[in-house]
């Protein structure tokens, strides 16, 4: 079984910083790749970035490309998502989550498994 431990969320003015965590527990395998997704109230779940394991290859959404990065250590298995330039628009649940293998597209969040607990993000003056 794995687990997915979040931490980093907070409330930041727009134009501020926020780094999201995400630790890697349980299973010895760390699996394929590592995704961020994010929920706004009444809006569905998407895609916000996510970086493969072995090579750290990174894919990111249109909305957040240039402004936030994903970046991971393989040793601690943990992966970070640090958010620059935030935005009001950015104010969501951020998730992470696991993909086990390389079935299925990098921004598809049903090719992901497992699923951390979630933290809030919000973006207001």
């Known amino acids: 079984q794995v687990q997915l431990q979040e931490s980093g969320g907070g409330a930041v003015q727009p134009g501020e910083s926020l780094r999201l965590s995400c630790r890697v527990a349980?299973?010895?395998?760390?699996?394929?790749?590592m995704g961020w997704f994010r929920q706004a109230p009444g809006k569905e779940r998407e895609f916000v970035a996510n970086i493969r394991w072995r090579d750290g290859t990174t894919f990111y959404a249109d909305s957040v490309k240039g402004r936030f990065r994903v970046s991971r250590d393989i040793a601690a298995r943990m992966v970070w998502l640090q958010m620059n330039s935030l935005k009001p628009e950015d104010t969501a649940t951020y998730y992470c989550a696991q993909k086990r293998g390389f079935d299925g597209s990098d921004d598809d969040q049903t090719a992901y498994t497992y699923w951390g607990q979630g933290t809030q993000v919000t973006v207001s003056s």
């Open positions: 349980g299973s010895a395998s760390s699996g394929y790749a």
